[in-house]
Structure formats: structure tokens, C-alpha cells
């Protein structure tokens, strides 16, 4: 085992850990980068864990039709999603320190799409089946954030990092995702403006920094990757994808916070402090 770095903030509570995951999509999610991610959080029990949204796929509630027989094929959704999305959720809070956060991404917004477009037969079963309520049913220290703001307002990212005069790093804000574009870390950067912004959706490993020359003050963007496969069933022709697997930790002081995208290649990953987690394919 490699050299231990110790957190002498954390024991002495001057600093807190953030864990984020990324995308999971199940049931496509990857097993074993999943598993990684999931040995990492329980070895780190940071104090506050944030999904990033689109925890489960929620295909059959999409509004693209099916491309191929696979797609086609029907599957029980609580048994392949909301089943095992909880158990998950369950191991998870248990590693927790403090709270847990998920974020409602574009995917578990299909449910909602669904039923409102299905008038009242949609409206009467929505409780049954939201992913909002059987996720956080029976839950303590557990905040879900919709998808869809309030009309007006921006109410759907959550403040990891509030832009206190005293946190010289600025603040930090993270949302499902706002954009899907190649350079996708790069556009949330500018359409944040003035708060670093954490993000998902896209499942590409990106970061970005700038800094204002007249303020001195940097402001980034970054997004973890994702744990689904690397290669979506609804791929046109095979056509390779660039994401990658990951997770995010962010490591917040009193005056200034640091985040680290961890990467998962084949089963494994070093933590920051050196130590290498190894899942058997």
C-alpha cells in the first residue's frame, strides 16, 4: 500500500469531504466501476454525499422512440431501477457522516414528462411510481432537488460552496447539467459566470479553469465523468464514445476548497491521500 497522506483539517474539523457520484443510469450501470466508486466512499466516509442525477435511465418512460429490439424489451421498472438505485442509496447513507443530496437529472424528469403528458391516468399513478418519492420514502438526512426549477427561479442546483467573503476560493454550485456539447465543462463555466460550477449529464471526465486578472479570483468547472457503460445501447452503429469513468471528491476549509476528479480505468483508481482501490473484472 502506498504512502498514507493524512487529513489533519478533517480531524481537527476545520475541513469537510464531499463525495460526488456521476451519472449511474441503471440498469446500465457499469458493475464494476460502480463498485469502485462505491469501495472508495465507504474507505473515505465523507460527511456529505451528492448524487448528480440520473440515477436511474428511466427508458421506458423516454419519448425517442426504440432504435433497436434490445431497447424494445420490456423490463420491470422498480425491480432493474428503483430497487436497485435504493440499495445503493442504502449503502451509501450508511458511509455518510452528515447528509446526502441527489440532484433530479433529465432522465428521472421522464417520469414526470410522462405522466403529465398521459393526463389523469398519468396524474393519478405519478405517486407510484416517481423517483423522487421511492427514493426518498422512509429516509432521514436526505434532500432530493427537482429537476424543473419553480417558474422564475433558479432553484434547481444545490450550493456545496457558499461565495462568503471569507471563502477566498469563491463559491460552488452543482446542477444535473445545463448543456450537452463536446466542450461541455467549458460552456457551464460560462454560463455560471461568477461561481465555479460542479456538473454531470455528459459523461466526459472534464475541467476548466479561469481567472479574473482585475479580481484575482479563479472560478471552474468540472464534471466527475459518469458510472454507466461506456457504450450506450442506443449507439448508432457501434460509434465509440469519449466518456470516461469517475467520481469527484471535494475537500471544502474554512477559507478555500479543492475538488479531485478521480479517474476509474479498468477496475481501479488511486485515491488522493495514494491509496489504490482494485475491483476484479
Not at 43 to 62: A, Q, R, V
Not at 152 to 157: D, L, Y
Given at each position: 500500500m502506498a504512502t498514507k497522506i493524512s487529513s489533519p483539517?478533517?480531524?481537527?474539523?476545520?475541513?469537510?469531504?464531499?463525495?460526488?457520484?456521476?451519472?449511474?443510469?441503471?440498469?446500465?450501470?457499469?458493475?464494476?466501476?460502480?463498485?469502485?466508486?462505491?469501495?472508495?466512499?465507504?474507505?473515505?466516509?465523507?460527511?456529505?454525499?451528492?448524487?448528480?442525477?440520473?440515477?436511474?435511465?428511466?427508458?421506458?418512460?423516454?419519448?425517442?422512440?426504440n432504435k433497436t429490439i434490445a431497447e424494445a424489451l420490456g423490463y420491470d421498472f422498480k425491480k432493474v431501477e428503483l430497487d436497485p438505485a435504493n440499495a445503493m442509496l442504502n449503502e451509501v447513507q450508511k458511509s455518510t457522516r452528515d447528509h446526502t443530496?441527489?440532484?433530479?437529472?433529465?432522465?428521472?424528469?421522464?417520469?414526470?414528462?410522462?405522466?403529465?403528458?398521459?393526463?389523469?391516468?398519468?396524474?393519478?399513478?405519478?405517486?407510484?411510481?416517481?423517483?423522487?418519492?421511492?427514493?426518498?420514502?422512509?429516509?432521514?438526512?436526505?434532500?432530493?432537488?427537482?429537476?424543473?426549477p419553480i417558474a422564475?427561479?433558479?432553484?434547481?442546483?444545490l450550493q456545496i460552496v457558499?461565495?462568503?467573503?471569507?471563502?477566498?476560493s469563491g463559491g460552488l454550485v452543482a446542477v444535473h447539467g445545463w448543456s450537452h456539447c463536446k466542450h461541455s465543462s467549458y460552456r457551464h463555466l460560462e454560463l455560471s459566470r461568477s461561481q465555479s460550477i460542479l456538473h454531470g449529464h455528459v459523461h466526459r471526465q472534464q475541467s476548466i479553469a479561469t481567472r479574473d486578472p482585475w479580481t484575482n479570483n479563479v472560478v471552474k468547472a468540472f464534471c466527475p465523468g459518469t458510472l454507466s457503460?461506456?457504450?450506450?445501447?442506443?449507439?448508432?452503429?457501434g460509434t465509440p464514445t469519449d466518456w470516461v469513468h469517475g467520481f469527484s471528491l471535494i475537500y471544502?476549509?474554512?477559507?478555500?476548497?479543492?475538488?479531485?476528479?478521480?479517474?476509474?480505468?479498468?477496475?481501479?483508481?488511486?485515491?488522493?491521500?495514494?491509496?489504490?482501490?482494485i475491483v476484479a473484472r
Open positions: 483539517g478533517r480531524e481537527k474539523g476545520t475541513s469537510s469531504l464531499w463525495f460526488v457520484f456521476p451519472d449511474v443510469h441503471f440498469p446500465v450501470q457499469d458493475k464494476v466501476a460502480l463498485k469502485v466508486a462505491m469501495e472508495a466512499h465507504k474507505i473515505l466516509k465523507p460527511e456529505n454525499t451528492l448524487i448528480l442525477g440520473d440515477l436511474l435511465d428511466c427508458s421506458i418512460f423516454s419519448s425517442h422512440a443530496y441527489m440532484l433530479e437529472g433529465n432522465h428521472e424528469w421522464r417520469v414526470e414528462r410522462w405522466a403529465a403528458n398521459n393526463n389523469k391516468v398519468g396524474e393519478s399513478i405519478y405517486d407510484l411510481i416517481s423517483p423522487k418519492a421511492k427514493l426518498s420514502e422512509g429516509r432521514k438526512n436526505f434532500t432530493y432537488i427537482p429537476y424543473t422564475g427561479n433558479m432553484a434547481n442546483f457558499p461565495p462568503t467573503k471569507k471563502m477566498r457503460t461506456l457504450q450506450p445501447i442506443y449507439a448508432h452503429g471544502v476549509g474554512v477559507t478555500s476548497w479543492t475538488e479531485y476528479n478521480v479517474t476509474i480505468v479498468n477496475g481501479r483508481c488511486v485515491l488522493p491521500d495514494g491509496r489504490e482501490i
